[in-house]
């Protein structure tokens, strides 16, 4: 998602219909229809009805880069457009709090360490001035806080006898008994988390059972048609492509995802580099940045030097979304090589263009690759380099494996389908007075990892 398309007013507001902010526009629900069938649709709007006006609002920390933003750019839109008010905001943060939440992220996914004393003061101080600035200026319903750059605002902004509820949002690969043995952001993250009504998880294995909230189980979803994911023709791939300078007739294997370390794009390098010792084949990696991930333009900079020798290694920075959706098009396979991983929805984008994903085991990648069915599972380069290598040469296992990604992700991952858990999810924690503090929802089936 590129970060000219998006306005932010003052205040941080993205999206609000009430203050006629409405920037996206989404195609009509019979559009859906088409790609997912009518029933999804009848139930999305019986549900819908049923939610008798409730007001939503999101929170996050970034209106562009990154999974989060990509998903709100496509679901707040059309749940306005179905007739649920749901508001977008971003908090507003300086680059030491960035860099605070950056290194909170990788705490969270396992990095050896603990938090500071020094690290909490900037954090609560910029969540104070996010208060002070009145970042909630109605009562919405429902209150959605994604990730834990605004979660300590629950703690902040709740107040006893507020009718509002609030849910927060866990998109990270976490880990329950990693997080424990750091006590200081054990505390930092349990108190946080304190003060919400529900939690929403995406997997059942990130479930962190020691909190006593209820919990839910809610895989992220895709926009079937967003630039991103829309059908494109041969031709629009090809002028896409030839704009970068891409020689389309050359296999192209490719990672699309930030510039980060657990997304782990030297690795996707090595591997390149033993693929190419046997098969003929080019590698792009397209990456961008997020105002709330300091790191990535660094990593940037070095990966290209890193590479520059190599005119069969093509590095691309906030290429369009038609662009992007052009390169897992044209991929003949494409990599997920994260170490850790949330979700992936790179993953899930690249299995809706009907594409063989090959793919560490890992976080929210096992939710959707199973095994030698719709993607590959591998540990190690040499593992992954062989089975790249293998499916270059079978365009026919490439092709029957995709199918089978599509129709996974058609049934599991895309807007109209998922979007009702979230709705039940609001409305359930919005009616009912008394949810035991130990209860799980999942709107999902349990995978063992
Ligand atoms: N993305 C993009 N341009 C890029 C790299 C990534 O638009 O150059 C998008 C990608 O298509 C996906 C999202 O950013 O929709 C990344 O989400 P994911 O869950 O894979 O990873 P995250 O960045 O949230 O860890």
């Not at 908090?91 to 360490?113: A, C, D, R, W, Y």
């Not at 349990?190 to 990130?206: E, K, L, M, P």
């Not at 069969?312 to 997920?336: G, K, L, Y």
Request: glycine share 6%; with cysteine.
């Amino acid at each position: 998602m590129k970060g000219e398309k998006v306005v932010l007013l003052e205040d941080g507001t993205l999206y609000s219909k009430r203050k006629g902010i409405t920037p996206f526009r989404v195609p009509p629900l019979k559009e859906y229809a088409k790609i997912v069938g009518e029933e999804p649709i009848k139930e999305l709007e019986e549900v819908s009805e049923g939610l008798n006006g409730m007001r939503m609002l999101e929170l996050n920390s970034t209106p562009y880069g990154g999974g989060v933003a990509e998903m709100l750019h496509s679901s707040v839109p059309f749940l306005n457009s179905i007739g649920i008010e749901d508001e977008w905001k971003v908090i507003k943060g300086s680059k030491e709090f960035f860099e605070v939440t950056k290194t909170l992220h990788h705490l969270l996914q396992g990095k050896k360490g603990d938090l500071t004393t020094e690290a909490e003061k900037i954090y609560f101080s910029t969540i104070k001035e996010n208060v002070a600035s009145n970042i909630i200026d109605y009562e919405p319903d429902v209150v959605f806080v994604h990730d834990p750059q605004p979660l300590a605002l629950a703690r902040e902004l709740k107040r006893e006898g507020d009718k509002w509820k609030w849910i927060w949002r866990c998109h990270i690969d976490i880990d329950e008994r990693a997080l424990r043995r750091k006590t200081r952001l054990w505390n930092f993250i349990s108190y946080g988390t304190g003060a919400f009504d529900a939690v929403i998880f995406t997997a059942a294995h990130f479930v962190i059972s020691q909190w006593p909230l209820p919990k839910f189980i809610i895989p992220p979803l895709i926009d079937p048609l967003s630039e991103k994911n829309r059908e494109l023709s041969e031709e629009e791939i090809k002028l896409e492509l030839e704009g970068e300078d891409i020689n389309t007739e050359k296999p192209i294997i490719s990672q699309i995802s930030r510039f980060d370390h657990w997304k782990d794009p030297e690795g996707v390098v090595s591997i390149y580099k033993r693929v190419r010792e046997k098969e003929e084949c080019q590698l792009i990696l397209a990456g961008g940045f997020a105002p709330d991930d300091p790191e990535g333009e660094k990593a940037y900079k070095e990966l290209k030097a890193r590479t520059k020798d190599d005119r069969n290694i093509h590095i691309f920075c906030e290429c369009s979304d038609s662009c992007i959706n052009a390169i897992q098009r044209a991929s003949s396979v494409i990599i997920q090589n994260s170490r850790k991983e949330g979700f992936g929805l790179t993953v899930t984008e690249a299995m809706w263009k009907g594409k063989t994903v090959v793919a560490r085991p890992v976080g929210g990648i096992t939710l959707q690759i199973r095994d030698g069915n719709t993607g590959f599972l591998v540990n190690g380069e040499e593992e992954a380099a062989k089975r790249i290598q293998y499916l270059l040469r079978n365009p026919k296992r490439r092709d029957i494996v995709g199918k089978r990604a599509r129709e996974y992700v058609r049934e599991h991952f895309l807007l109209p389908v998922r979007i009702v858990d979230y709705l039940l999810c609001a409305d359930f924690i919005n009616k009912t007075k008394e949810i035991p503090e130990k209860s799980i929802v999942s709107f999902h089936p349990w995978f063992k990892k």
